[in-house]
Structure formats: C-alpha cells, structure tokens
C-alpha cells in the first residue's frame, strides 16, 4: 500500500487474480475461469451426476413404478368423477411419495391423463373385429362395449378432458374406417358420424339430460310447453346405431337383426 491509501498495482493484481503475479495471480486467474466454465454450463442445464450426463431421462424409484401411479390415478377418477378434480398432490400422498416423484414416470399429469384415456380406449379391442364376416354386426359389437366402458365411473369425464391420440385412439379409428368402407360414404365421414354418436350419446347421459328431463317430467312442470320430453320414451340404443348404419349404408350381412 503506498502513503496516499493507493493500493500498490502488484499488490492489486495478486489479489484479485490477474496476471501480474508470478505465483498466485496465475492460479486464481485458472480458478477464475474454471469456476465460469462451471457457471456457464449450469445455466446451458448440466448438472453434475444429472439424467442428462448419464443418458437417462427416467428411472425406477424405490417401489413406485408407472402401473401402480396409474391405478392410484384410477381409483381417484372413480372416487371423484373427474379430472378436475383429482390433482398431482392427491395422487401422490395416495401413494404415500412426495409429488416430485411422479415426475420420473410422467412428464406431468396431462401426460398421466393422457395414458389412462388411451389405454381407456384399448380395453374395447377392435382389432378383434376385423375379420368378422359383416362390418355392420362388428360394428354394433364395438358399440355395445363402448356402452359398458363409458358406464364405468369417470371415464366420459376422462376421455373428453383432452384430446387422445394415442396408440389405442388410432387403432379403434382405422378399424372403423376400415369397417365403413363397404358403406356409400367416405370411411372418414362413417367414421365421424360413429364417432360423435358414441360420445355424444354417453355425454347425454354423463352431463344430466335424461335425469333433468326425468325431473321435469315427475314435477309434471310445463307440460303443455314441452309436450314431447313429458312423453319421451327411453332411449334405444339400438335403434340409434341402426339408424346411423342404415344412413352410411351398411347392410347387414348375417342374419343379425337391428
């Protein structure tokens, strides 16, 4: 240090590492950049002993494995009724793990909701009905345990929180544009029409149409208003489907009656 206070420059550049020194300014000036390079590359996301450095993006953790996430999920859409009302948190403390451990297996919950629709779907095997010797009967097959999937608890809730395009979704469609192509219209359009009727009828039911109406109809409010719903009847299914088979021009090819 000089007398005017001043640091002295060779006393300067030794203690804060620039070369100048001969002996610790250089190391500091290595400590320097090393400990930069280590900054840097944490901020590009390496970190050492992370997924990334080893090149796995998931793994097991202790006894939870994506099955028992995904039954654990279940059983609180079938408690709950739907999505929205199941959270990440919820899952978890059923499995008794903190939150951050589902995120091994699934990226987020939209993804865990996204696998349950699909596998959801998977359960009404329609490849089983490509060889069957009329499309209009296998047909009606995929619809009746499309009537048994979407009476189970949470699953129209489930199947409309979000797109599903998965494996299963993209098979139960190539197989009904498969079966419609025997019909006077374009298999998509076969198809789109099935498609709206399995959904559109099961959320008539799931959203409280037919239980409003039967509402109304015990109170025998505004019955001259709305003459038809008091005299409604029940719904037919089977009716309907052969309606929308007979419109895109399947006949039937066996001795199966509608």
Same mark, same amino acid.
């Given at each position: 240090?000089?007398?005017?206070?001043?640091?002295?420059?060779a006393?300067?550049?030794?203690?804060m590492?620039?070369v100048?020194?001969?002996?610790?300014g250089?190391?500091?000036?290595?400590?320097? %950049?090393?400990k930069l390079s280590?900054?840097?590359?944490?901020?590009?996301?390496?970190?050492?002993?992370?997924?990334?450095?080893?090149?796995?993006k998931r793994?097991?953790r202790g006894?939870?494995?994506a099955?028992?996430?995904?039954?654990?999920t279940?059983?609180?859409?079938?408690d709950?009724?739907?999505?929205?009302?199941v959270? %990440?948190?919820?899952?978890?403390?059923?499995?008794?793990?903190?939150?951050n451990?589902?995120?091994?297996y699934?990226?987020?919950?939209?993804e865990?909701?996204?696998?349950l629709?699909? *596998?959801?779907l998977?359960?009404?095997?329609p %490849?089983? %009905?490509?060889?069957?010797?009329?499309?209009?009967?296998a047909?009606?097959?995929?619809?009746?345990?499309a009537?048994?999937?979407?009476?189970e608890p949470?699953?129209?809730?489930l199947?409309?929180h979000?797109p599903?395009?998965?494996?299963?979704?993209?098979?139960?469609?190539?197989?009904?544009?498969?079966l419609?192509?025997?019909?006077?219209?374009?298999?998509?359009?076969?198809?789109?029409?099935i498609?709206?009727?399995?959904?559109?009828?099961?959320?008539?039911?799931?959203?409280?149409? *037919?239980?409003?109406?039967d509402?109304?109809?015990a109170?025998s409010?505004d019955?001259?208003?709305f003459?038809?719903?008091?005299?409604?009847s029940?719904?037919?299914?089977?009716?309907q489907?052969?309606?929308?088979?007979?419109?895109?021009?399947?006949?039937?090819?066996?001795?199966?009656?509608?």
């Amino acid at each position: 240090m000089t007398s005017g206070g001043r640091a002295d420059p060779a006393w300067r550049s030794t203690r804060m590492g620039v070369v100048g020194s001969d002996t610790i300014g250089p190391l500091c000036c290595a400590s320097t %950049l090393y400990k930069l390079s280590v900054r840097c590359t944490y901020y590009a996301g390496w970190r050492p002993g992370s997924r990334e450095e080893s090149g796995m993006k998931r793994g097991p953790r202790g006894n939870l494995d994506a099955e028992r996430i995904k039954a654990a999920t279940h059983r609180l859409l079938t408690d709950r009724g739907t999505p929205a009302a199941v959270s %990440l948190r919820m899952i978890a403390a059923d499995l008794g793990v903190a939150p951050n451990a589902l995120y091994t297996y699934f990226r987020d919950l939209g993804e865990l909701w996204h696998t349950l629709a699909d *596998e959801a779907l998977g359960r009404l095997s329609p %490849l089983d %009905l490509l060889p069957a010797d009329c499309p209009r009967c296998a047909i009606r097959t995929l619809a009746d345990r499309a009537r048994e999937l979407f009476a189970e608890p949470g699953i129209i809730a489930l199947l409309h929180h979000q797109p599903v395009l998965g494996h299963h979704s993209f098979e139960l469609s190539e197989t009904l544009m498969t079966l419609c192509r025997g019909g006077r219209i374009d298999p998509r359009d076969g198809h789109d029409l099935i498609m709206g009727w399995f959904y559109g009828s099961a959320a008539l039911v799931a959203e409280g149409w *037919e239980a409003g109406t039967d509402q109304l109809r015990a109170q025998s409010v505004d019955a001259d208003r709305f003459p038809l719903i008091h005299g409604r009847s029940d719904a037919n299914i089977g009716a309907q489907i052969g309606a929308i088979l007979d419109g895109i021009g399947l006949t039937c090819r066996c001795r199966a009656q509608d």
